[in-house]
């Protein structure tokens, strides 16, 4: 015979399995940390629905990625406007005098290269700096500092100052040998200094005092400092250009340059007529 107590305790053992059931049986949607819950402690769940839907799985992350890198591409934009709009009212001031200039010593603009002669961005914007010389003729100067990238190639820091050392016998002879060293990267990343001398050998300079001027104090404080300048700009790397001290860092497009020195023109234009 059950006695009373034992009837009452199954009766509440049969409540809580009837309440257990009817929960059981409601439709709910897991919560987003039920969810987590679930696939960190049975991932083998989410590696099932992959190896079972692999061509799905890719498509949805390549067009994740392709989200992404589009939403990355428009903030970056946004952001490197407003520097520009930034920098259009307060520029940067890099110092100029005494350096060797290509163009118009007077020209209205001012294009600043902070360069790696060893860079392969840098040797791509050197025929974009060649059309814009073209285009805009004597409202263009071009100035080359020096930002050598030595952690990466081991030739940046000896052509650098093998440029300044040139520059002190002869800038457009400097000029000459920026292109020389760009047309002919591979063999100064494979022959370094041996190729600097024969580059220089062509020039018909002082080959001598130009390695003697390269190897001194004088020379590497040039670099040093476009170095420093460079680095408080806020440049990380080359190429990096100031365009009558707006910054643009990175290989850009003819076009990007071209639209900001027409606004830089339009505006030298407009303060001319209004005194």
């Given at each position: 015979m059950v006695s009373a107590r034992r009837l009452a305790g199954r009766g509440v053992v049969l409540s809580v399995a009837i309440a257990g059931a009817l929960l059981g049986c409601e439709r709910r949607s897991p919560s987003a940390d039920e969810l987590r819950e679930l696939l960190v402690a049975h991932p083998d769940i989410l590696f099932s629905a992959i190896r079972a839907h692999p061509a799905e799985f890719m498509l949805v992350v390549q067009g994740?990625?392709?989200?992404?890198?589009?939403?990355?591409?428009?903030?970056?934009?946004?952001?490197?406007s407003l520097r520009i709009e930034s920098e259009l009212l307060h520029p940067k001031h890099p110092v100029i005098e005494h350096r060797a200039v290509l163009g118009n010593p007077a020209a209205p603009i001012t294009i600043v290269e902070y360069t790696d002669f060893q860079?392969?961005?840098?040797?791509?914007?050197?025929?974009v700096l060649a059309d814009l010389m073209k285009h805009y003729g004597d409202s263009v100067r071009l100035l080359v500092k020096q930002m050598p990238v030595t952690q990466l190639h081991p030739?940046?820091?000896?052509a650098a100052l093998m440029f300044e050392a040139v520059a002190r016998q002869d800038?457009?002879?400097?000029?000459?040998?920026?292109?020389?060293?760009?047309?002919?990267?591979?063999?100064?990343?494979?022959?370094?200094?041996?190729?600097?001398?024969?580059a220089v050998g062509r020039l018909g300079l002082d080959s001598a005092r130009a390695v003697r001027d390269q190897r001194s104090p004088a020379i590497q404080a040039i670099v040093d400092a476009d170095l420093k300048e460079g680095e408080g700009f806020?440049?990380?790397?080359?190429?990096?250009?100031?365009?009558?001290?707006?910054?643009l860092q990175g290989a850009y497009p003819l076009d990007a340059f071209v639209r900001l020195i027409d606004r830089q023109l339009a505006a030298r234009a407009s303060a001319v007529r209004a005194d």
């Open positions: 994740a990625a392709r989200t992404a890198q589009g939403q990355n591409a428009a903030i970056s934009a946004r952001d490197d860079c392969p961005y840098c040797r791509q914007e050197k025929d030739h940046a820091m000896a800038p457009m002879k400097a000029f000459q040998l920026y292109d020389d060293l760009y047309q002919n990267q591979e063999r100064l990343d494979r022959d370094g200094q041996r190729y600097l001398e024969e806020g440049f990380t790397g080359t190429p990096g250009f100031l365009v009558n001290g707006v910054s």
